[in-house]
């Protein structure tokens, strides 16, 4: 009896195999993103447990934990950039259990402006969605005499090289802006970095800087004490904690509306996020930033609540880097950043 090439038996008995696998396999994997939330999802934070990204992070998280019945808790990672907690994020699975809230400056102004980032947003990180915008505000001591943005513009050109600005480090948002501002309206100013923006406050009050940029949040208490004048704020409109300080946009300095958002900030996850979960987690965002509540929150902080859609999300930090590289392109500035 002549015998059956060992493929005639082989092969069906892997065809076999592999039914068999999808039958159990898929299913299995349908049931753990259906059934997704199961267990606590962790928040990656790139800044220590104060300030404003951390404030939003703990807010959203309490918030993200009520809508998808689930505990969602803070981890923060701060140093680096942010590039710790950015490898913390590449390092997890892609399961939906390890998020993190990216802000402006790790999404669009660091791959615009620094080369040979460990990381691409488009390749590393799966876009979920917008939690916010923040305007930040211009503020100056209250030695110096000037009480708008054209009137920084005539002093400093006035007076070249004299005035120094406090940012909360080299590579902060407010690093970057006011390195954008000086450069479109042709002043000259020395950057002094900080580590925080208390610390730019504090400068100011001591004259050691006369210029600073900051969140609204962590200039609000200094404006409002008298202790230090608000110039403008980088919106597109006038925000309800400070009614009475101009935009950028009422300078009519052509340019300066680039200057809005001052920040904002995304929820990531890693590569390859199943698109069932990204959805549930872009639906659970907006639910919270739907909220009457969290309007509210946002509004005192000066932030503005975000909507839309992974896709809408993508195509934003898209558009906010090609503005940075055009920033690039005809300024030659550029980051030099550790890693």
């Given at each position: 009896?002549?015998?059956?090439?060992?493929?005639?038996?082989i092969?069906?008995?892997l065809?076999?195999?592999?039914c068999?696998f999808?039958?159990?396999?898929?299913p299995?994997?349908?049931?753990?993103?259906?059934?997704?939330?199961?267990?606590?999802?962790?928040?990656?934070v790139?800044?220590?447990?104060?300030?404003a990204t951390?404030?939003?992070?703990?807010?959203?998280?309490?918030?993200l934990?009520?809508?998808?019945r689930?505990?969602?808790y803070v981890d923060?990672?701060p140093?680096?950039?942010q590039?710790?907690?950015?490898?913390a994020l590449?390092?997890?699975?892609?399961?939906?259990?390890?998020?993190f809230?990216?802000?402006?400056?790790?999404?669009?102004?660091y791959p615009?402006?620094?080369?040979?980032?460990?990381y691409d947003?488009?390749?590393d990180?799966?876009f979920?969605g917008?939690?916010?915008?923040?305007?930040?505000?211009?503020?100056?001591s209250?030695s110096?005499?000037?009480?708008?943005?054209?009137d920084?513009?005539?002093?400093c050109?006035?007076h070249?090289g004299?005035l120094?600005?406090?940012?909360s480090?080299?590579?902060?948002?407010?690093?970057?802006q006011?390195?954008?501002?000086?450069?479109?309206?042709?002043?000259?100013?020395?950057?002094?970095?900080f580590?925080?923006?208390?610390?730019?406050t504090?400068?100011?009050?001591?004259?050691?800087?006369?210029?600073?940029?900051?969140p609204?949040?962590g200039a609000?208490?200094a404006?409002q004490?008298?202790?230090?004048?608000?110039l403008?704020?980088?919106?597109?409109?006038r925000?309800?904690?400070?009614?009475?300080?101009?935009?950028?946009?009422?300078?009519?300095i052509?340019?300066?509306?680039?200057?809005?958002?001052?920040t904002?900030?995304?929820?990531?996850?890693?590569?390859?996020?199943?698109?069932?979960?990204v959805?549930k987690l872009?639906?659970?965002?907006?639910?919270?930033?739907?909220m009457?509540?969290?309007i509210?929150?946002?509004?005192?902080?000066?932030?503005?609540?975000?909507l839309?859609?992974p896709r809408?999300?993508?195509?934003?930090?898209?558009?906010?880097?090609?503005?940075w590289?055009?920033?690039?392109?005809?300024?030659?500035?550029?980051?030099?950043?550790g890693h």
């Amino acid at each position: 009896m002549r015998r059956k090439p060992i493929a005639w038996v082989i092969m069906p008995l892997l065809a076999t195999i592999m039914c068999l696998f999808t039958i159990v396999v898929c299913p299995s994997r349908a049931y753990a993103h259906s059934s997704y939330p199961s267990r606590s999802i962790r928040l990656l934070v790139g800044f220590n447990a104060a300030g404003a990204t951390d404030a939003i992070a703990r807010y959203y998280a309490s918030k993200l934990g009520d809508v998808l019945r689930t505990s969602v808790y803070v981890d923060n990672r701060p140093g680096a950039y942010q590039m710790i907690a950015i490898r913390a994020l590449k390092a997890s699975a892609a399961d939906g259990y390890t998020l993190f809230l990216i802000t402006g400056s790790a999404a669009s102004q660091y791959p615009a402006l620094q080369k040979n980032l460990p990381y691409d947003p488009h390749r590393d990180f799966s876009f979920v969605g917008l939690v916010g915008e923040a305007p930040g505000v211009i503020v100056a001591s209250r030695s110096l005499p000037v009480s708008d943005i054209d009137d920084l513009v005539k002093y400093c050109k006035a007076h070249p090289g004299l005035l120094n600005f406090g940012s909360s480090g080299i590579g902060s948002a407010s690093h970057i802006q006011m390195e954008y501002l000086s450069t479109l309206v042709g002043i000259r100013v020395t950057h002094v970095p900080f580590k925080a923006d208390a610390e730019i406050t504090t400068a100011l009050l001591s004259g050691s800087v006369q210029l600073g940029m900051m969140p609204i949040q962590g200039a609000l208490p200094a404006i409002q004490g008298g202790m230090v004048r608000a110039l403008a704020v980088t919106g597109k409109k006038r925000v309800d904690a400070l009614p009475n300080v101009p935009t950028l946009a009422e300078a009519r300095i052509p340019g300066l509306e680039n200057l809005d958002p001052y920040t904002y900030y995304v929820l990531v996850g890693p590569r390859g996020l199943p698109p069932e979960i990204v959805q549930k987690l872009n639906d659970a965002i907006n639910a919270v930033s739907r909220m009457p509540e969290t309007i509210a929150y946002m509004h005192k902080l000066g932030f503005e609540p975000g909507l839309g859609t992974p896709r809408s999300v993508q195509n934003y930090i898209s558009q906010d880097t090609r503005k940075w590289a055009d920033f690039h392109t005809e300024s030659h500035f550029e980051l030099h950043i550790g890693h």
